[in-house]
């Protein structure tokens, strides 16, 4: 699904060449959870960066579902982005103007396979799936942290994409909202999806299948 063939990326920072991923050789499978673990600095949402086409490596092949991504233009890359890969940030940059429902729908905008019916009962399954439908009318400044992350999850999903990659989802949570994340991740990927989650919380392992350290930038043990 996806695989990095010696991915490495580095940093000019002050004329001082900074390396951030050093080598780096995994593939990721559908229908697991991984977690990425490892100290600030050791190269994590680099990595992520690059798994979701955020980022481009200084050296190195990432390919996704058997397709060498380094001669990817940009509209490319955006469709890859669009239908295979959804993605959740720790900030949940939901829209403040729009309720839970029209921020969920937000990325099926521009979504023209799609008829508005069909639309509106993937939003609806997916509040249904989070557990939010009672929410389904509530701005963004009426929810809690957890609730704000849940619809920033569905809003990732609505493409149904086949990744999902987050960038330390729970860093603002408490203990019972960041287990709830964790265990809706553990859902999606016994459904199907290839999850990948950078966190520093301890309790990510209870729910992952694999967990990668990453130490200055190299993969150290899994």
């Not at 680099?46 to 190195?60: A, F, R």
């Not at 993937?122 to 009318?137: A, F, K």
């Not at 949570?173 to 459904?191: G, R, Y």
């Amino acid at each position: 699904m996806i695989e990095l063939n010696s991915i490495s990326k580095k940093f000019l920072k002050s004329k001082k060449e900074i390396i951030a991923l050093n080598n780096i050789n995994f593939k990721f499978e559908l229908g697991k959870f991984y977690a990425i673990m490892g100290n600030s600095g050791s190269g994590k949402s680099t990595l992520l960066n690059i798994v979701g086409l955020l980022d481009k490596p200084t050296s190195g092949i990432l390919c996704i579902n058997d397709t060498d991504t380094s001669m990817f233009n940009e509209k490319q890359n955006n469709m890859i982005r669009l239908n295979e890969i959804g993605y959740v940030f720790q900030e949940c940059y939901l829209c403040e103007n729009l309720n839970v429902f029209e921020n969920i729908m937000l990325p099926l905008m521009i979504n023209k396979k799609l008829s508005e019916k069909e639309k509106i009962k993937i939003v609806n399954d997916l509040l249904n799936m989070i557990n939010l439908y009672n929410r389904i009318n509530h701005f963004p400044k009426e929810l809690s942290g957890g609730e704000k992350q849940r619809v920033a999850i569905a809003r990732s999903l609505v493409n149904n994409p086949r990744i999902i990659l987050a960038d330390e989802p729970t860093g603002n949570l408490d203990k019972n909202n960041e287990e709830m994340i964790f265990s809706l991740f553990k859902k999606l990927a016994n459904i199907g999806k290839c999850v990948i989650v950078v966190s520093h919380s301890e309790f990510i392992k209870k729910y992952a299948d694999k967990i990668l350290y990453l130490d200055n930038g190299i993969i150290r043990g899994d």
